[in-house]
């Protein structure tokens, strides 16, 4: 199996970067790994660079946007327009796709089954335009999205859908036809000439346009990754969600320095290395 994987990239040092490519070769290994990678704009002017020197020795195969774009910590809408682009003009002959973030690590090799049975791992709820989500009178105020449902969506939000970006994985084909209609509808600098109007667009445009291109009653499961609640990722917390048989990683601990939480992460990565082998 061949996987592109999908990331915004942002900080001041590589080094939570380097411990997720170590920790993706080993939870996904024998999968052969293309990383494409999108450095935010506020990092620093050397992470590139260090991370490609990094690569070419331990190799790694990653692969820069060509362009880097302002991101926020709620809104990576730049950075996943950038990755989009890169991926579908790049002749990688990958066979799936996995969008994750660079503050994320796996500590399950299971999810390498859902990714060769082809699923669709976005989550898909029913997007509810008068619930209590923070970001909701901002998402029915974007032109693109009231472009996008008119068209799309017999001009109703209530068709739209909502999940969740992390974790997201999907076979080539259905990448590519995803791709053309994002481009088509969120292709632009909104949120970089309207900063107080940012929302978190790609949880309502990637699991709304996955629903309009796949055949009815197309299964959509969860994230492979989970989001915990807390900033405190601990042990008890990853053994948690690792009995629950459905996630398979989790966000906010790349850059862990909790050295109990870290050690039991460790022993999890041996293990796993030591299976592959």
């Known amino acids: 199996m061949r996987l592109a994987l999908l990331s915004p990239v942002h900080?001041?040092?590589?080094?939570?970067?380097?411990?997720?490519?170590?920790?993706?070769?080993?939870?996904?290994?024998?999968?052969?790994?293309?990383?494409?990678?999108?450095?935010?704009?506020?990092s620093s002017e050397s992470l590139q660079r260090e991370l490609l020197s990094y690569a070419q020795?331990?190799?790694?195969?990653?692969?820069?946007?060509?362009?880097?774009?302002?991101?926020?910590?709620?809104?990576?809408?730049?950075?996943?327009?950038?990755?989009?682009?890169?991926?579908?003009?790049?002749?990688?002959?990958?066979?799936?796709?996995?969008i994750h973030t660079d503050a994320d690590l796996l500590f399950s090799s299971k999810l390498k089954k859902i990714i060769r049975s082809r699923a669709?791992?976005?989550?898909?709820?029913?997007?509810?335009?008068?619930?209590k989500w923070k970001w909701n009178q901002l998402a029915m105020q974007d032109p693109r999205l009231k472009r996008f449902t008119k068209e799309t969506a017999n001009n109703n939000p209530n068709n739209l859908f909502k999940g969740r970006v992390c974790g997201c994985s999907m076979p080539k084909s259905i990448f590519l036809q995803f791709s053309e209609i994002y481009l088509k509808y969120f292709n632009d600098s909104y949120f970089d000439f309207t900063p107080k109007s940012q929302w978190p667009l790609t949880e309502i445009a990637i699991p709304s346009i996955l629903n309009l291109i796949t055949p009815e009653n197309t299964p959509f499961l969860p994230p492979l990754i989970a989001a915990p609640k807390t900033k405190h990722v601990s042990t008890r917390l990853i053994k948690q969600e690792l009995r629950k048989k459905s996630s398979f990683?989790?966000?906010?601990?790349?850059?862990?320095?909790?050295?109990?939480?870290?050690?039991?992460?460790?022993?999890?990565?041996?293990?796993?290395?030591?299976?592959?082998?």
């Open 120 to 131: 669709i791992t976005c989550g898909r709820k029913p997007f509810q335009p008068n619930s």
């Open 249 to 277: 990683g989790m966000k906010k601990i790349a850059k862990l320095s909790d050295p109990t939480t870290l050690n039991y992460l460790n022993k999890l990565q041996l293990k796993a290395q030591k299976k592959s082998q």
């Open 11 to 42: 900080g001041q040092s590589i080094d939570h970067i380097v411990r997720q490519l170590e920790n993706y070769r080993t939870f996904l290994a024998p999968f052969e790994l293309r990383h494409y990678l999108h450095v935010s704009l506020k």
């Open 57 to 98: 020795r331990h190799g790694h195969d990653i692969t820069f946007t060509q362009r880097r774009r302002t991101t926020w910590r709620h809104c990576t809408a730049n950075a996943f327009h950038e990755l989009i682009q890169t991926a579908t003009l790049n002749d990688s002959n990958y066979q799936s796709v996995f």
